[in-house]
């Protein structure tokens, strides 16, 4: 998200993903199923953004103003359905046009004025930005005083490609959240869940590989690696759930905690 900015303003206020975007990616992201490769790494994701987007009309406005959410590298939206019906905007921008944003531009200079948002959401958007420190700088600019912000991004997880992505810990994102009043860092995911992760990610890429060798002979293996997501995934949350009870949530709570997937920021500014 580096470079030059680029702008195209669409003329709808908010945008929309096309119904094959929104309905196959958005869904997947927001509602994680057991059978889905990276549903250990989605499901604490989406459950705390549920919780606290639920939450975002919480702080009262005066009469007759209006309440903006700015959604930054929206991609298809998958968390608009956690916000409050009741949104005067939500403004969609990314850098895809794929994504059929309202406004295409870059996380390092937004193209409007200060102080217009109520509420910024960018989810896995930060570890992209060679510019981290400027983007964090400009949802500073864009959020109004008395506004919230919620931000996740990777802890420990692979690297996706050639570009750049940078990986945080909770002291990095307090750093780089500094000049907002109030910070909390919540840590998603951990060490017990991970193993299960990497060999769900290993076998989508074999089978992936296999497939384009092969062609569609090898799409049969789909079915088996289904069901071996599924098992990898009940494993995994099995000892996720005694860690966070019974008589080893001592020993496997500590283990679990000591390796986030990812991280969810919530920063507030005062009124």
């Known amino acids: 998200m580096d470079g030059s900015t680029v702008i195209h303003q669409r003329s709808a206020p908010d945008g929309a993903p096309s119904p094959a975007v929104a309905h196959g990616e958005g869904r997947r992201r927001a509602r994680p199923r057991l059978w889905h490769y990276d549903y250990l790494h989605l499901r604490p994701l989406a459950a705390d953004l549920r919780r606290v987007l639920g939450a975002a009309r919480g702080e009262p406005r005066g009469p007759g103003e209006p ?8 991609g298809a939206s998958p968390y608009r359905q956690f ?3 009741a949104l005067d905007a939500y403004v969609r921008v990314d850098v895809d046009r794929a994504a059929s944003p309202a406004v295409v531009a870059r996380g390092e200079s937004l193209p409007f004025p200060a ?8 989810a896995q958007v930060l570890q992209f930005s060679r ?9 500073r600019r864009l959020i109004r005083p008395g506004g919230r912000v919620w931000l996740t991004c990777h802890g420990a997880w692979p690297r996706e ?7 945080y810990g909770e002291p990095d994102l307090e750093r780089l959240f500094s000049a907002f009043e109030r910070v909390t860092v919540t840590a998603e995911g951990g060490y017990l869940g991970f193993p299960f ?11 992936h590989a296999g497939e384009r060798r092969f062609g569609a002979a090898a799409r049969i293996l789909r079915v088996p690696a289904l069901i071996a997501y599924l098992a990898a995934n009940l494993a995994g949350r099995l000892l996720e759930l005694l860690a966070g009870g019974g008589p080893l949530r001592p020993f496997l709570g ?17 009124a």
Do not use: K
């Not at 981290?132 to 949802?139: D, G, K, N, R, T």
């Open 67 to 74: 309440w903006r959410i700015l959604d930054l590298g929206c």
């Open 83 to 85: 916000f409050p019906a």
């Open 115 to 122: 102080a217009t948002f109520d509420g910024i959401l960018a």
């Open 131 to 139: 510019q981290p420190q400027a983007v964090v700088a400009e949802i």
């Open 161 to 167: 490609g050639m570009a750049p992505e940078n990986r």
């Open 197 to 207: 992760v990497l060999f769900n990610l290993a076998l989508r890429a074999a089978l």
């Open 254 to 270: 500590h283990l679990d905690r000591s390796l986030p997937m990812n991280y969810l920021v919530v920063a507030e500014r005062d």
